[in-house]
Nanobody, 123 residues
Framework: QIQLVESGGGSVRAGGSLTLSCAAS????????WAWFRQAPGKEREGVAAIDSDGDPAYVDSLKGRFTISQDNAKNNLYLQMNTLQPEDTGLYYC?????????????????WGQGTQFTVSS
């Protein structure tokens, strides 16, 4: 069992940047695969970016080049750097995890979820 706590949400203007963080309670960080999901108002939760237990990242095609996922194993933190933000990026962003090596971009295979952090991009 692990606990995930996201932070870094807030408000940003279109074109700006923001970095979200996720702190994991478990120290066996390397045994997990991780991901960021988002849920816009009225829409289903969707995968944004993932990093597997070998450290290989994966992104949804529509966000490649703007979003970067990274991890800090020493501090058990996961990050999502987001650039050139647009109003359609607004939503509740979740940190997700699953033991083992997975490309964790589908919600149905996630085992652990954080509570989410909200941010809004204004035009």
């Amino acid at each position: 069992q692990i606990q995930l706590v996201e932070s870094g949400g807030g408000s940003v203007r279109a074109g700006g940047s923001l970095t979200l963080s996720c702190a994991a309670s478990r120290t066996s960080y390397r045994a997990y695969s991780w991901a960021w999901f988002r849920q816009a108002p009225g829409k289903e939760r969707e995968g944004v970016a993932a990093i597997d237990s070998d450290g290989d990242p994966a992104y949804v095609d529509s966000l490649k080049g703007r979003f970067t996922i990274s991890q800090d194993n020493a501090k058990n933190n996961l990050y999502l750097q987001m650039n050139t933000l647009q109003p359609e990026d607004t939503g509740l962003y979740y940190c997700a995890a699953r033991p083992g090596r997975w490309t964790l971009l589908r919600a149905e295979i996630v085992v652990y979820w954080g509570q989410g952090t909200q941010f809004t991009v204004s035009s």
